[in-house]
């Protein structure tokens, strides 16, 4: 352990004296012969992953040493209930010392769901690898940083003669070399420095280029730590089947919301005008919902009609106005409890100003930026107070709403970050939207049987092409 960091030596002696402490107030004799197989394949539920269509370890986690207490409010429950509807594999941290873990959180989320369970726990000793599988846990976390290869080995076999599953974490060429010489099925390298806890998300992607050929095809590689949104999805997904995700969940209020943000991306359904259609788009993965004010929209809404529209699904609504004074936006905003309000008109600087002052830093701001259908330049200067950009396309008549698109390859790179693709995209174009690298896409009439009218198959249609694009 001489090269090991001073966090990992401390809590991976912490460990050993738990270890010791634990076999003493409730032995091995007492639980042994109760052991039943898992009856949950983790290697099979992860054996789905691909780079087109990756798969999600999602954790319950509700403190690190790297970020203190994340999640205060740590309802097992209430997360279960989000997570069973994205994760193939569910993560509990059971560390009591530096995670504020328990093994007990295994049942509790088990009892819950239909995934397996990952054990997510500093394995140093086959007393745990039992102690996991007491409490119902269908996997264990092995560290290469932790354990050498004879113990490795030896964690290993006792956890796959308990039809467990094992992820094999690496942080470095050396460990990586070792998974593959020790035949790891599922191979997680972990983007966190464990010397000084800094993140490199580009450390998966050198270590699956360096050994590209050396990996066998079945070998299913996991990313771990410091995804918070789907853009590092994306430019991740060539070199890993699937994603470990807890810190950026649990420091979320919404956190379904987050999970979906992460995984299918920022897309949202505009123009929304009936309560099915409402409904159809949070079922299919829609993370905004588009609600038109601006008095010139085919597609606007009166206040009473917008108000039976927000308690249809816990969508994020968006407000759309243009040209509008300060005070209605905000009233609007206020009362229907809007996520954002989105400007389509010609907002100047001192009208974001005032709105945001009156907005109280409650609502985000964004803002439409019209780019002509035959446009040859685009001309972009930043605004703070904006947390999002629409890039919707205009024609000589008409801003937004056209149902045509302007040149994509016009978008500044450095914008993408923070946009969200509209202006014209339907089921025939989306494959190529969701490729211009925007945080995700804004559907409108693209989806419509006539103006105002969502298709239902239109919408599960689109979000099926955009899951198969969350890569």
């Known amino acids: 352990m001489q090269n090991q960091p001073t966090i990992l030596q401390k809590i991976v002696k912490d460990k050993a004296l738990w270890v010791a402490n634990a076999e003493q107030q409730f032995p091995l004799s007492l639980f042994q012969a109760q052991l039943q197989p898992s009856d949950r394949d983790f290697y099979a539920a992860l054996a789905k992953g691909s780079h087109q269509q990756p798969v999600y370890i999602l954790e319950c986690k509700k403190a690190s040493p790297s970020k203190g207490l994340i999640r205060a409010e ?114 997680g390298v972990n983007n966190r420095n464990l010397h000084d806890l800094s993140i490199d998300m580009n450390r998966i992607i050198a270590l699956v280029t360096k050994y590209r050929d050396q990996i066998p095809t079945d070998v299913r590689l996991i990313s771990e730590s410091g995804i918070y949104d789907h853009s590092q999805v994306k430019s991740i997904s060539q070199s890993a089947h699937g994603f470990l995700i807890g810190s950026s969940l649990m420091g979320s209020r919404d956190l379904n919301n987050a999970v979906r943000a992460v995984i299918f991306g920022e897309n949202k359904i505009c123009g929304l005008t009936r309560p099915q259609d409402v409904q159809a788009a949070y079922a299919n993965g829609a993370l905004y919902g588009g609600l038109i004010f601006a008095e010139k929209s085919v597609r606007a809404l ?14 994020r609504f968006v407000g759309v106005f243009q040209n509008q004074a300060v005070e209605f936006v905000v009233k609007i905003a206020k009362q229907l409890e809007l996520y954002a309000v989105q400007l389509h008109g010609n907002e100047d600087e001192l009208y974001i100003a005032l709105l945001a002052e009156q907005l109280e830093g409650n609502v985000q701001i964004w803002k439409a930026i019209s780019i002509d259908v035959d446009a040859q330049r685009f001309d972009f200067a930043d605004n703070p107070l904006i947390q999002r950009y629409i890039l919707d396309s205009k024609t000589t008549n008409q801003q937004g709403g056209t149902g045509k698109t302007f040149n994509w390859a016009l978008i500044p790179e450095k914008l993408k970050s923070k946009a969200i693709l509209a202006g014209g995209i339907n089921l025939e174009n989306l494959e190529q939207a969701l490729q211009v690298g925007c945080l995700g896409v804004d559907l409108n009439s693209g989806l419509e049987t006539a103006k105002g009218i969502k298709h239902a198959d239109k919408i599960a249609q689109a979000f099926q092409l955009i899951r198969l694009h969350a890569k």
């Open 302 to 315: 009166s206040l009473r009609q917008a108000q039976e529209l927000v308690v249809q699904a816990p969508l």
């Open 74 to 187: 740590f309802d097992l429950d209430a997360i279960a209930q989000v997570y069973k509807h994205y994760a193939s594999v569910i993560s509990v941290l059971t560390d009591e010392q530096y995670f504020q873990g328990n093994f007990h959180f295994i049942s509790q989320v088990r009892n819950q769901v239909s995934q397996p369970i990952l054990c997510k726990d500093f394995m140093i000793s086959s007393y745990q690898v039992y102690l996991a599988r007491y409490h119902h846990a269908d996997a264990i976390l092995l560290m290469l940083s932790v354990v050498d290869d004879p113990t490795y080995r030896q964690l290993s076999d006792l956890a796959h003669s308990l039809g467990m599953g094992v992820l094999t974490e690496t942080s470095n060429e050396q460990e990586f070399e070792r998974a593959l010489a020790l035949g790891a099925k599922v191979i």
